[in-house]
């Protein structure tokens, strides 16, 4: 595997970025600004780890309200939904 992963096809694409938005939003919120869980906007994980990230999602945070995603995510997907979130996912309008 690639540093990235393979990225995902284009309907698994919109079907991650539906995810994010909907499952992932519920925490984060929904322009993932932060909720109960903390922002993911480039900004606040600026400098971090996209394999740490990606780990994050898929394994969750023990100890935390963060659920792990690995029943759901590949680990492609995974590392693919953490490159989003360090470049910036546009707004859905
Ligand atoms: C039930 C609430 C909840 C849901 C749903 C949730 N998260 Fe989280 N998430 C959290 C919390 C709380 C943390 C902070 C954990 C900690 O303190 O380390 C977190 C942390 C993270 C982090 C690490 C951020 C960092 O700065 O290190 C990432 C990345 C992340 N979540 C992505 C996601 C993604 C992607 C989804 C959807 C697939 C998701 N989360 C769904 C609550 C949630």
Not at 21 to 38: A, E, Q
Not at 56 to 71: E, Y
């Amino acid at each position: 595997m690639s540093a990235a992963g393979e990225a995902p096809s284009p309907a698994r694409q919109g079907e991650l970025l539906a995810l994010l938005r909907h499952d992932c939003g519920s925490c984060h919120g929904l322009t993932l600004r932060g909720g109960l869980g903390p922002p993911l906007l480039p900004s606040a994980l600026s400098g971090k780890d996209p394999q740490g990230l990606a780990a994050a999602i898929l394994h969750g945070r023990p100890g935390t309200a963060m659920p792990p995603w690995s029943r759901f995510l590949s680990e492609d997907e995974a590392a693919w939904l953490a490159h989003r979130l360090l470049e910036g996912v546009p707004d859905e309008r």
